[in-house]
């Protein structure tokens, strides 16, 4: 509907359907035989009110839509199938809906706290229930406008400087490296070689980190604009964290490297920062 505002007037969106009936026909006894709205509204009485519903009901579906780029109610879009609790859902997460859960809700409450405090709206994916989360299993890699470039370019997720270095040193097997590493634990003292790195399960920066300030060895922060996640086997990911390998009983954090074998930008989907959905999909 957002995307086609004129639809709305060339075909009536579905009615709302719950409880797996259909509505009830509304009989109206016809003064006159030839009657013609007495008869039209006898014959299609339930077809006119599903109509109406769905007109009505539109508005949240288009605000759904806003939030997650599909336009859908609030129990479609989190995949709720039980009539009961569709019902139940549509209701509480009303996003036109004012209340404890929806955006309007957390703006009303934010503001009687701090009436001198001007609401924030490009942080409103912090109230949105519906805003990008993180998924079990999944790989994540948030980077700035030069990474996502080069990736779009090469067509694969290189570290900086990678590409060369692997150019320089076709021989090199990250796999190989990782085990020599592990095997002489405190007597290798060669610098692992040049990877990505990638957060399993959750991100690793808050979405609305910006490329201000500097970090470790006085290096400038990088921003967390584009996201790219995505599904990889389990050997195509090493436990480093830093310059150092590794095990999997030590490893603390859920960073792992990606092995080059495995980069391809195929493997993933691309997301960007948005204001109202944390991040939204663009490729």
């Known amino acids: 509907m957002i995307n086609n505002p004129f639809r709305f007037y060339q075909a009536p969106p579905p009615a709302p359907t719950y409880f797996g009936?259909?509505?009830?026909?509304?009989?109206?006894?016809?003064?006159?035989?030839?009657?013609?709205?007495?008869?039209?509204?006898?014959?299609?009485g339930?077809?006119?009110?599903?109509?109406?519903?769905?007109?009505m009901g539109q508005p949240q579906r288009d605000m759904v839509e806003l939030f997650t780029g599909v336009e859908q109610t609030p129990s479609e879009a989190l995949g709720i199938s039980s009539p009961v609790g569709a019902f139940l859902t549509d209701a509480v997460l009303d996003p036109l809906n004012i209340g404890v859960t929806s955006i309007g809700g957390a703006m009303m409450r934010n503001s009687m706290r701090n009436p001198f405090r001007v609401f924030n709206l490009s942080n409103a994916y912090k109230y949105?229930?519906?805003a990008?989360?993180?998924?079990?299993?999944?790989?994540?890699?948030?980077?700035?406008?030069?990474?996502?470039?080069n990736a779009i370019?090469?067509?694969?997720?290189?570290?900086?400087?990678?590409?060369?270095?692997?150019?320089?040193?076709?021989?090199?097997?990250?796999?190989?490296?990782?085990?020599?590493?592990?095997?002489?634990?405190?007597?290798?003292?060669?610098?692992?070689?040049?990877?990505?790195?990638?957060s399993k399960d959750e991100l690793f920066f808050p979405i609305d980190r910006k490329a201000v300030g500097t970090g470790n060895k006085k290096t400038k922060y990088s921003d967390a604009e584009y996201l790219f996640e995505g599904?990889?086997?389990?050997?195509?990911?090493?436990?480093?964290?830093?310059?150092?390998?590794?095990?999997?009983?030590?490893?603390t954090t859920n960073t792992f490297v990606l092995r080059p074998e495995y980069n391809d930008l195929s493997n993933f989907k691309l997301y960007k920062r948005d204001w109202l959905r944390g991040y939204r999909r663009i490729k």
Not at 231 to 251: F, G, H, M, N, Q
């Open 21 to 44: 009936g259909t509505l009830p026909t509304v009989n109206v006894r016809a003064s006159y035989p030839d009657d013609y709205v007495a008869n039209a509204v006898r014959r299609g």
């Open 231 to 251: 599904s990889v086997p389990e050997e195509a990911l090493l436990p480093r964290y830093r310059d150092a390998y590794l095990k999997p009983t030590e490893a």
């Open 46 to 55: 339930s077809k006119f009110l599903g109509t109406a519903l769905g007109f």
């Open 132 to 149: 990008f989360k993180a998924k079990k299993g999944k790989i994540y890699r948030q980077v700035g406008q030069p990474g996502f470039d």
């Open 153 to 198: 370019t090469e067509r694969k997720i290189f570290d900086k400087g990678q590409k060369q270095f692997l150019e320089a040193n076709p021989e090199i097997n990250y796999l190989d490296e990782y085990n020599q590493a592990i095997k002489f634990k405190g007597l290798n003292l060669k610098k692992p070689s040049p990877a990505p790195f990638f």
């Open 128 to 130: 949105n229930p519906l």
